[in-house]
C-alpha cells in the first residue's frame, strides 16, 4: 500500500509541540508508543471541554489506530496498544489517573498536569462517568473557515488568529465568523468585537441579544439617514 499524497488547497492542521521533535521523539525506540503518541496530539485535540483526556476505549473505537497497531512485535493489536500506554505512561508522555474505575489519558501538559492534580485532589470529575466517551467529527480549521468564509489571511490577520484561539474556545470563532457572515460584516475587528462581546456579557445571553438588535436597529436608521435632507 502506498500513500496517495496530500490533497492540493489548504487542508486542515493538528499542532504538535516543537518540542516533540526535539526532546521526545529521539527518545521513543517503540513503533507502537510512537503510533499512540501522534493519536493523542490528534485526538485530544477533537475533544471538547475544560480538561481533555482518553480512555482505552476512544484507542480501540478507531479503526484505523488499531489496525496500524496490528502485528507489531507479534502481539495483537490490543496488547500493542496496552504495552503502549504503558509505555507512555513510564515515558510521562502521557499521564494517568482513575476515575469511576477507569483510567484517563492526558498530555503531560500544564493543562493535563492541572487536570490529573485535580482529579486527584477531588475537586474534577468527569461529567460523562456513564456514557461513552466520543471523539467530535474533526471540525474545520479556523484559518480554513475564515478563508472559506471572510477573506484572505494576511500575516496580520494570522497573527489575530492565532491569539484568539489561545484566548477563545474554538466554537466560539466559529460561531463568531458565522455571526459575521450573517451580518454581512466580513471582517477581523467585527469578529474580534463579537468574541469581546461574549467574553464581557456571556454567550447567548439575553443582553448580548439586546446588543445585535441595537446595532441591526442602528444600522436601519442609518440607511433612512441617508435619505434624509439635513
Given amino acids: 500500500m502506498t500513500f496517495n499524497g496530500f490533497p492540493p488547497g489548504k487542508i486542515r492542521q493538528t499542532q504538535i509541540p516543537a518540542q516533540f521533535f526535539s526532546d521526545l521523539l529521539p527518545q521513543i525506540d517503540d513503533l507502537a508508543e510512537l503510533k499512540i503518541t501522534l493519536f493523542c496530539f490528534w485526538a485530544l485535540h477533537q475533544k471538547e471541554g475544560k480538561y481533555r483526556f482518553l480512555r482505552r476505549r476512544d484507542f480501540l473505537s478507531d479503526a484505523a489506530l488499531m489496525l496500524g497497531l496490528a502485528n507489531i512485535d507479534k502481539l495483537s493489536a490490543e496488547e500493542a ?47 460523562d462517568a456513564g ?74 445571553s439575553e443582553k448580548y441579544g439586546r446588543y445585535s438588535k441595537r446595532n441591526e436597529q442602528r444600522k436601519v436608521e442609518g440607511k433612512i439617514d441617508d435619505f434624509i435632507i439635513k
Fill in 131 to 204: 456514557r461513552s466517551v466520543e471523539l467530535v467529527p474533526e471540525r474545520p480549521n479556523i484559518y480554513a473557515l475564515y478563508e472559506a468564509n471572510v477573506g484572505m489571511i494576511t500575516p496580520m490577520i494570522a497573527d489575530a488568529l492565532k491569539d484568539a484561539e489561545r484566548d477563545y474556545p474554538a466554537q466560539w470563532i466559529a460561531d463568531a465568523i458565522q455571526e459575521a457572515v450573517k451580518s454581512n460584516k466580513r471582517s477581523w475587528r467585527y469578529i474580534e468585537s463579537v468574541l469581546k462581546n461574549w467574553q464581557t456579557e456571556g454567550k447567548g
Fill in 81 to 127: 496498544l496496552d504495552a503502549a500506554l504503558a509505555a507512555s505512561t513510564q515515558r510521562a508522555t502521557l499521564l494517568c489517573g482513575t476515575a469511576h474505575g477507569e483510567a484517563l489519558y492526558f498530555m503531560n501538559t500544564a493543562q493535563g498536569r492541572e487536570a490529573l492534580r485535580q482529579l486527584q485532589a477531588g475537586t474534577w470529575t468527569p461529567d
